[in-house]
């Protein structure tokens, strides 16, 4: 069976993930961006700070968990690849 390719590849330096290497991932960071823009002109920021700042974080761990399973995993790294 073969191994399917991480949508986030690990960056080179750091923690975490670089920008995506396949459309899944891409599509992915399209959908993240287009709910960040509809909070943004549903919620108000100015009026609710509250529950914008909630709701930007709720997207954004939804983000980081597509990130984790479908990443490679993360770890520090100093420049290898």
């Not at 590849?9 to 960040?36: E, I, S």
């Not at 709701?55 to 983000?63: C, E, F, H, K, N």
Request: proline share 9%; glycine share 8%.
């Amino acid at each position: 069976m073969q191994k399917q390719p991480y949508w986030f590849p690990a960056k080179r330096y750091g923690w975490g993930w670089g920008l995506p290497n396949c459309w899944q991932g891409w599509a992915v960071m399209a959908v993240y961006g287009l709910l960040v823009v509809t909070a943004v002109f549903s919620i108000r920021p100015e009026r609710e700070p509250l529950l914008f700042f909630a709701a930007l974080m709720v997207l954004t761990i939804a983000l980081v968990a597509v990130c984790w399973i479908k990443g490679e995993p993360p770890r520090w790294r100093w420049g290898e690849k």
